[in-house]
């Protein structure tokens, strides 16, 4: 089937692209991740690939034309002499304010941005202003996890968050307004979900015709138009269960899923949130091939999940005064290693003895330790690879990774990953592992440890 190409969005405040030029002409024959143009934004250039293998034809927009984000440029078609259905025309001005009479402030509109051509929705990890704050151009408005990645994305603009359209756990379409953003505040902040009503598009379609069912007109896209096909669900909640047997899954989730022989119900019965993205099927592989006797579908704990953040200046000068003074080239890891088991007896976590911890680093082998808290900080005592951990460290700063969110493990994980001069901490863990207060209590204690090194060592 025809495969659209649309200008993605690559941040909250931008309303168009620029082609800057085309790699491959109508006609030519193309590859999934080949690059067939260039676009220009107002922070970077970057060349966007094709999502499926087939013919470029249909090109709509030439080099050096501004596009609005979400609107066609292109079709991939299975032969070069297709003719793609034809796409909406142009819109010649953005809608930079919400429309009158929903109900809602006026201001600037911020979207779901696709942060890749495949990309038809993003799901909300969590905001991180609330309606009626002020915010600054490059405060982090809210995280957004999408098939690769979760990311912190900016607000883009001055001003006041005067209207939240859609709530943490929930899947948007891209290009949908999820926020609005107001020169002044707010008298009444509005905050809905984006199951409670509809929210304004960037381009909203016609209202549908009256059906006397009262229900509500579902979001619109700027999009080529299709074939009637089976409408896609809003969710219905914060965790959006799925609707009877229907599983909620990025498009692509579901074709890798069924390409390998992966059941996705088994992510329903461990308790993963839904909905599933590509991610999850790691999590999905690394499940036991055979559940346990007696055990019912969906009896799988639920996995807890708490974050801080915290500043690496402590740190930082903490290693750097260590191998200035001291001569002793220390890992952070070490460091980190020796505060969580620190962190962990004060916490309460009965554990074992001695307190095992394990760190694992991407693409690298799970390394443990023992009282990693009662040995030099410089000389970790390791044991055997195969010992059983009562927490695993995780280490992200080495990646591009920020953040992840994991399905529960055999033992608590502690996720530790830096955005310029912030680490980023997460705990995931199950309540048989941990109580709330401990929890708490332990991520609280080792962000203090962090945040002021040189106090808890000595």
């Known amino acids: 089937m025809p495969h659209d190409v649309i200008m993605p969005a ?7 692209g620029k082609i800057v030029a085309w790699l491959k002409q109508s006609g030519d024959p193309v590859k999934a991740g080949e690059a067939i143009m260039e676009v220009e934004t107002d922070k970077a250039t970057m060349e966007v690939e094709a999502q499926a293998d087939g013919f470029l034809t249909g090109i709509t927009a030439s080099a050096g034309d501004d596009v609005p984000v979400g ?4 079709t991939i078609s299975e032969t070069a002499d297709e003719v793609p259905a034809p796409s909406p025309a142009p819109v010649d001005e953005l809608q930079d304010v919400a429309p009158a009479g929903n109900g809602l402030p006026e201001g600037r509109s911020i979207i779901m941005p696709a942060l890749g051509m495949a990309q038809d929705t993003g799901l909300i990890v969590a905001w991180r202003k609330s309606p009626g704050d002020r915010v600054a151009s490059g405060d982090v408005l809210l995280e957004v996890e999408t098939d690769k990645s979760v990311m912190e994305v900016e607000a883009g603009h001055d001003g006041f968050v005067a209207a939240i359209l859609a709530q943490a756990q929930q899947a948007v379409p891209v290009g949908n307004v999820i926020a ?7 008298e009444n902040p509005v905050s809905r979900s984006l199951a409670s009503g509809p929210g304004p598009n960037r381009n909203p379609a016609p209202p ?10 579902q979001p619109a896209m700027s999009a080529a138009p299709r074939p009637a096909s089976r409408p896609r669900s809003a969710p219905s909640g914060p965790d959006m269960p799925a609707a009877g047997d229907r599983i909620l899954a990025s498009p692509k989730a579901k074709r890798l899923a069924q390409e390998q022989g992966l059941d996705l119900k088994r992510l329903v019965e ?13 999590t999905l592989r690394a499940l036991p091939a055979v559940p346990q006797t007696g055990e019912a579908p969906g009896s799988a704990a639920p996995v807890l999940h708490i974050s801080a953040r915290v500043s690496t200046s402590g740190c930082d000068d903490f290693i750097r005064w260590f191998a200035e003074d001291g001569k002793i080239t220390l890992d952070p890891a070490s460091l980190w290693l020796r505060f969580a088991a620190a962190a962990l007896r004060s916490a309460g976590q009965p554990g074992s003895d001695p307190l095992v911890l394990g760190v694992h680093q991407p693409g690298a082998d799970t390394d443990h330790y023992a009282d990693p808290d009662l040995t030099r900080v410089s000389q970790p005592q390791a044991v055997e690879p195969d010992a059983s951990a009562d ?3 995780r280490d992200l700063t080495g990646s591009l990774l920020t953040s992840v969110r994991l399905t529960a ?6 996720t ?16 048989s592992q941990l109580t709330e207060t401990q929890a708490i209590s332990f991520l609280t204690d080792f962000a203090e440890r962090l945040q002021e090194p040189l106090r808890h060592i000595l």
């Open 10 to 16: 690559l941040g909250m405040a931008q309303d168009t």
């Open 71 to 74: 609107q066609p440029v292109a």
């Open 409 to 414: 493990g055999a033992c608590p994980v502690l």
């Open 416 to 431: 530790v990953g830096r955005d310029d001069t912030t680490y980023i901490l997460s705990l995931d863990f199950a309540a």
């Open 180 to 186: 609005i953003i107001s020169d002044a505040a707010p």
């Open 391 to 393: 927490l695993m460290l």
């Open 208 to 217: 549908p015709p009256a059906t006397g069912s009262g229900a509500p007109p």
């Open 270 to 282: 461990h308790g993963v949130a839904q909905p599933f993205h590509v991610a999850d099927l790691e």
